[in-house]
C-alpha cells in the first residue's frame, strides 16, 4: 500500500536553550562579591586596631597603629595572589566556580557584618577618620541618650498621642522641604508638646512661630499659593517650620546641630552665623563659649523628642533606657538626624 504523501519525514528535535551567562557578568559578579568581602573585613579590622590602639602617643600608639595597617597591606597583596592561583584551580573545575567561590566569602562576610562587635568596630573606625567632627556627632549622641533616659515617658506619651493628629501634616511639610521627618516632629514636641496656642513670648501654633526668616516666608507663602501665612493654621505653621528649618541646614552646611540652635535663636542681630562669623567659630564645640546667655540644650531636647518618637513609632511604646539591654538596643536603632 503506498504511503500518502510520499515518504515520511524525520522529525527534528527541537533544541533546549540552556541560559548561559556572559563571561563579563560572571567576573563582574566575582568582582563585587570580592570588593564586598574585603570592604567588611577591612573595616573589622581597622575598627579593632583603632579600638586598641586608640590614643595619641607616638611610640604606644601612633607607631604601632601605623606598622600594623603597613601589615595589613602586606598581607593583602599576599591574600590577592592567593587567591589568582585558587581561581585558576577553581575555574579549571567549572566556569562559573570562582563566581560562586566569591559569592559566598561575600555571604558569610555580611553575615559577620550582623554582628554587634561589628557595629562597635565601626564606630571606632568612624571615630578614627571623622576626627573632632566625629568626635562632636558622638558627644552629641551620649547627650541625647541620657536626655532621653530622664524623660518622663508617660508625659512624653501623652506628648506622642496628642501627635498623631498633626503627624500627617508635619509629614508632608518635611517632605516638601527635604528636611528629615522625625527630627521635625522633635521640633514640633520641644516647642508645642503638640498643644498648639499663643505663648508669653509670642510664640504661635504647633510650632510656636515667632519671627521666622523672611526667606522662609516667601519660599512658604510661594509652596502654598497664597499671600498671607496664618500662624493658627497648622498646615501653613508646619510648611514654615520645616522651610525655615531647611534654611539653616543651608547656612551651617548640612549641620543639623547648628541649625536647630539657629531654628531656637531665629534672625535677630543676624542670628546664629553673625554671631559664628562675629568670633570666628566654625562648630558647635568653637561657638559653645559664646552662647551663655542661649538655650544650648534645645537641639538636644528636639533630638531626645525625635528618639522617642522614632522608637514610639517602630515599637508602639518607650522602653526604659536603663532597663536590660535596652541602652545597647536603643543606641542601635539611633538617633534620627545623626545616624540611620
Known amino acids: ?19 548561559v551567562w556572559p563571561g563579563w557578568r560572571r567576573g563582574a559578579l566575582e568582582a563585587v562579591a570580592l570588593v564586598t568581602a574585603v570592604l567588611i573585613v577591612t573595616i573589622a579590622l581597622l575598627g579593632e586596631l583603632a579600638g586598641a590602639l586608640a590614643g595619641t602617643g607616638l611610640w604606644s600608639h601612633l607607631l604601632p597603629f601605623t606598622g600594623a595597617v603597613l601589615l595589613l597591606g602586606v598581607a593583602a597583596a599576599f591574600l590577592l595572589r592567593a587567591w589568582l592561583a585558587l581561581r585558576a584551580r577553581l575555574a579549571g573545575y567549572a566556569d562559573r566556580a570562582p563566581a560562586a567561590f566569591a559569592v559566598a566569602v561575600a555571604g558569610m562576610a555580611l553575615v559577620v557584618s550582623r554582628r554587634p562587635a561589628f557595629r562597635r568596630e565601626m564606630r571606632d573606625l568612624q571615630a578614627l577618620v571623622g576626627g573632632s567632627a566625629e568626635a562632636e556627632r558622638t558627644s552629641i549622641a551620649h547627650q541625647v541618650w541620657a536626655t532621653y533616659r530622664r524623660t518622663d515617658t508617660a ?8 501627635a498623631r493628629v498633626y503627624e500627617a501634616t508635619v509629614l508632608e511639610a ?16 520641644a516647642e508645642s508638646a503638640f498643644y498648639p496656642r499663643d505663648s508669653a513670648d509670642g510664640g504661635r501654633g504647633l510650632f510656636q512661630i515667632t519671627a521666622p526668616p523672611a526667606e522662609a516666608v516667601v519660599e512658604t507663602r510661594r509652596r502654598l499659593h497664597v499671600e498671607q501665612l496664618d500662624p493658627l493654621n497648622q498646615r501653613h505653621n ?11 541646614l543651608d547656612q551651617m552646611s548640612g549641620d543639623l546641630f547648628l541649625a536647630l540652635l539657629a531654628y531656637n535663636i531665629g534672625p535677630r542681630n543676624g542670628g546664629l552665623r553673625a554671631a559664628m562669623q562675629q568670633y570666628g567659630a566654625r562648630d558647635f564645640v568653637t561657638v559653645q563659649p559664646y552662647l551663655q546667655n542661649l538655650p544650648r540644650d534645645y537641639p538636644i531636647r528636639v533630638l531626645a523628642a525625635a528618639l522617642a518618637y522614632r522608637l514610639w513609632r517602630t ?10 539591654d535596652n541602652a545597647s538596643r536603643i543606641q542601635q536603632v539611633g538617633i534620627p538626624g545623626l545616624t540611620s
Open 155 to 162: 508625659q512624653m506619651l501623652r506628648i506622642l498621642e496628642r
Open 238 to 248: 508646619a510648611l514654615l517650620a520645616a522651610a525655615t528649618l531647611r534654611l539653616y
Open 174 to 189: 518635611a517632605a516638601a522641604f527635604g528636611v528629615d521627618a522625625e527630627v521635625l516632629m522633635g521640633v514640633g514636641a
Open 315 to 324: 515599637e508602639g511604646r518607650l522602653p526604659r533606657y536603663e532597663e536590660g
Open 1 to 19: 500500500m503506498a504511503v500518502r504523501g510520499g515518504a515520511a519525514r524525520p522529525r527534528r528535535r527541537r533544541r533546549v536553550r540552556r541560559f
